[in-house]
């Protein structure tokens, strides 16, 4: 059982900045991959961004240069820098832990981001 914390979504103008934090506890790793996900209406769930322990990171192409996704192995905490957002990039925002041992997806509940002048 994995449990989730998630904040910093929001409505925001086009050109803002928001920060998504996700504070992952329970039956967790700090080796465990981290990451966002966004699903807009009607669309399928996409990722946006992960970063394993050692720091490697993926971005959605989307994203690249606007987005930067960083953690805290500590806290098992990661988070999402979003600079520059643009209209398509609302959605709701979900946390994922991936267990790449077990093959086991672990979903936050997810937080909104709305961005709209």
């Known amino acids: 059982q994995v449990q989730f914390v998630e904040s910093g979504g929001g409505l925001v103008q086009p050109g803002g900045s928001l920060r998504l934090s996700c504070a992952a506890s329970?039956?967790?790793?700090?080796?465990?991959?981290m990451g966002w996900y966004r699903q807009a209406p009607g669309k399928q769930r996409e990722l946006v961004a992960r970063?394993?322990?050692?720091?490697?990171?993926i971005y959605a192409n989307s994203v690249k240069g606007r987005f930067t996704i960083s953690r805290d192995n500590a806290k098992n905490t990661v988070y999402l820098q979003m600079n520059g957002l643009k209209p398509e990039d609302t959605a709701v925002y979900l946390c994922?832990?991936?267990?790449?041992?077990?093959?086991?997806?672990?979903w936050g509940q997810g937080t909104q981001v709305t961005v709209s002048s």
């Open positions: 970063i394993t322990a050692a720091g490697n990171t």
């Open positions: 329970g039956s967790i790793s700090r080796l465990y991959v």
């Open positions: 994922n832990v991936f267990n790449q041992f077990a093959k086991e997806d672990y």
